[in-house]
């Protein structure tokens, strides 16, 4: 049953054993289980307002502590809306390299300024400047400054 859900839902293999760890968890408080009821769009907005904000404080804890690099790239949605996309990179307290989404800003007109206010909010989140090690960032001239 579990790996006919996974191939039915196109998820991975690989979170089988987590899922199965996840459903042996719950199974053991039946009645509660049996009461519970997830909506999709109540898990989304659980997801967006509940989970996410806790993910995202604790990232910006660990990035008050530790040396981190980001990467900046830029893309327009199907909106035509300009978006800047920041990955930070960082090493964890068990000396794992993690990768994770920071932030994504939209912007009226991609330039050098623009890409460093976005920069300048994301920071303004008690990220010290100091703890930045390195950007990253593709080979266009806004990304440079050339065109600022």
């Known amino acids: ?11 991975p293999f ?3 054993p987590d899922l199965l760890e996840l ?3 719950m199974s053991k408080d039946r009645k509660a289980l049996n009461c519970i009821t997830m909506h999709q769009n109540a898990a989304s907005y659980k997801t967006r307002f509940g989970i996410s904000k806790t993910v995202k404080e604790a990232l910006l ?6 040396f981190f690099s980001l990467n900046l790239d830029g893309s327009t949605n199907s909106s035509n809306q300009k978006i800047v996309t920041v990955l ?3 090493m964890t307290k068990d000396g794992n390299i993690s990768t994770k989404h920071l932030s994504s800003y939209c912007v009226d007109n991609v330039n050098s300024e623009t890409i460093f206010q976005g920069l300048v ?4 989140k008690n990220i010290p400047w100091q703890n930045l090690m390195s950007v990253l960032m593709d080979s266009c001239s806004v990304m440079r400054g050339g065109n600022a």
């Open 1 to 11: 049953m579990l790996l006919g859900f996974l191939a039915e839902k196109s998820l």
């Open 14 to 16: 690989t979170v089988a």
């Open 23 to 25: 459903v042996k968890g």
């Open 61 to 66: 804890e660990d990035l008050q502590k530790e």
């Open 88 to 90: 930070v990179n960082y």
């Open 121 to 124: 909010q994301i920071f303004d």
